[in-house]
C-alpha cells in the first residue's frame, strides 16, 4: 500500500476528515483496527473503525457509518469501544490505531 509522507491514506482520509465528523456526529475520537487489510489484496474491501463520542447518537450511528463509507469509498464495520464484547475487548483495543 503507498504512503502518503509518514501516514497510509487511511490515517490520511481520516485526519481529513476529524473535524466534519466531530462537527456532524460528535466523534471525539477515531481509530481503526488491525483487520484493515485482507492478505495479498491490492486495496483494502473493508475497514474496521472505532469511534468515541461525545454523547450517545441512537439511529444517527448509522447515519456516520454511511457517511464513512461514503467518504472513504469502501465498506465500513464502525463500533464504539462500550460497543465492544467484553471476550474481544482485551484483544481489540491494543491493536486500535488512534489519530
Known amino acids: 500500500?503507498?504512503?502518503i509522507g509518514n501516514d497510509f491514506p487511511l490515517?490520511?482520509?481520516l485526519r481529513r476528515l476529524s473535524a466534519d465528523?466531530?462537527?456532524k456526529f460528535?466523534?471525539?475520537r477515531i481509530g481503526?483496527?488491525?483487520d484493515f487489510t485482507i492478505k495479498n489484496s491490492v486495496q483494502p474491501?473493508?475497514?474496521n473503525i472505532i469511534v468515541e463520542l461525545a454523547r450517545p447518537?441512537?439511529?444517527k450511528f448509522f447515519e456516520l457509518k454511511e457517511y464513512l463509507q461514503k467518504k472513504l469509498y469502501?465498506?465500513?464495520d464502525l463500533i464504539t469501544p462500550n460497543g465492544l464484547k467484553v471476550i474481544f475487548k482485551n484483544e481489540i483495543m491494543p491493536s486500535v490505531k488512534w489519530l
Open 57 to 59: 447518537m441512537g439511529w
Open 74 to 76: 469502501r465498506r465500513v
Open 11 to 13: 490515517e490520511h482520509d
Open 1 to 3: 500500500m503507498k504512503k
Open 45 to 47: 474491501v473493508e475497514v
Open 21 to 23: 465528523l466531530n462537527l
Open 32 to 34: 481503526y483496527f488491525y
Open 26 to 28: 460528535g466523534v471525539v
